[in-house]
């Protein structure tokens, strides 16, 4: 079995699996998650993915034939036997175990914490270990998440003790409904929700996830104390022109594992910090491990320097990606 990056990740075989593709016609494709950078079905070809992401991907994915697979099931594609396993990144979002005399486990996007929303992915043993590597050094170390929940209520806490309004940001889709849900049940202040991020939040509800009470924004800014939004739409002006129309100034923070934001923000991240990508990697104990996204070559060297198992990034297809294996 070869693995390698083409506008997604393929895994060939005779024929070809591919995953997260964009660019295709006329293919069968998995897709892991509803994320846009992930989740790219254009007509023609057919999708396999789990209900809960067929959901989240709602009216977009309306023209293209949509094959929903249950965690745990195996199917098959080509000569390729998959089975889609929780990863704990975002609802419905799915490791791929794949086995075709060789065996390969693709984490794509996951996370090992437990949050308020989901429990955290299982660990997979794997001869093959494809690995997403956003945060792969060191310096990236997310505190528990119960403890960055404390500290966001804390600190929604005291600026609505100080007579402030409160916007948090998170992206619509996975942390905006964790935010939801600590407003609500944590902190007990059923927040304002941006457009898109409602949507989200009613079909979580769908897939039975509950997210606790939450107002669609709807130019009532007065109806809450707290309102959660896509970070990339906050800005000072924003502010500014809500604390106009209250009378009162608003204050945000932003969830985000980066903490790159000129705003106050939160280690809320949905993918594995440093530790957690080594702890997978040690106790999937796999021959091979190739790498992906962000740190992936830094990654790949602390695999090898401080676990002894071969590393190396995810080739593109072309540059030598032979993976081979005994059997
Ligand atoms: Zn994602
Ligand atoms: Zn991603």
Redesign the pocket.
């Known amino acids: 079995m070869q693995i390698f990056r083409r506008s997604g990740v393929v895994f060939r075989s005779g024929s070809e699996l591919l995953v997260d593709a964009s660019g295709i016609k006329g293919r069968e494709a998995l897709i892991t ?1 509803a ?1 846009s ?2 989740a790219k079905p254009t007509s023609s070809n057919t999708y396999y993915m789990t209900s809960q992401t067929r959901a989240l991907l709602g009216q977009n994915a309306g023209r293209q034939n949509m094959v929903e697979v249950p965690f745990g099931k195996k199917f098959r594609v080509g000569g390729f036997e998959c089975s889609f396993r929780p990863s704990g ?2 609802l419905g ?1 799915a490791q791929l175990e794949v086995a075709n005399g060789s065996h390969a486990v693709f984490t794509s ?1 996951f996370k090992l914490q437990k949050s308020i929303l989901f429990e955290g992915a299982e660990i997979l043993p794997a001869e093959t270990l494809v690995i997403e590597t956003t945060f792969g050094t060191p310096e990236y170390s997310f505190p528990e998440r119960d403890v960055v929940y404390e500290d966001i209520i804390r600190w929604v806490h005291s600026m609505l003790g100080q007579g402030r309004f409160v916007v948090l940001g998170g992206y619509s889709t996975g942390k905006a409904q964790e935010l939801t849900k600590v407003c609500s049940e944590l902190l007990g202040e059923a927040p304002l929700v941006y457009g898109r991020v409602f949507e989200q939040n009613r079909a979580y509800e769908s897939q039975g996830v509950k997210l606790g009470d939450y107002i669609a924004l709807d130019n009532n800014f007065g109806d809450a104390n707290v309102l959660i939004m896509p970070p990339h739409l906050i800005d000072d002006s924003l502010l500014a022109a809500i604390g106009r129309q209250l009378g009162k100034k608003a204050e945000a923070a932003i969830a985000t594992g980066w903490g790159l934001s000129k705003y106050k923000s939160f280690p809320l991240s ?1 993918h594995a910090d440093f530790n957690a990508l080594l702890r997978y990697v040690k106790e999937s104990a796999p021959k091979l491990v190739l790498t992906t996204h962000g740190f992936e070559k830094e990654f790949a060297g602390h695999v090898r320097k401080k676990l002894g198992i071969n590393a190396r990034p995810l080739s593109r297809d072309g540059q030598e990606a032979v993976t081979s294996f005994s059997g």
Do not use: E, G, P
């Open positions: 998650h994320h950078d992930h990144h975002i979002s996007d949905d």
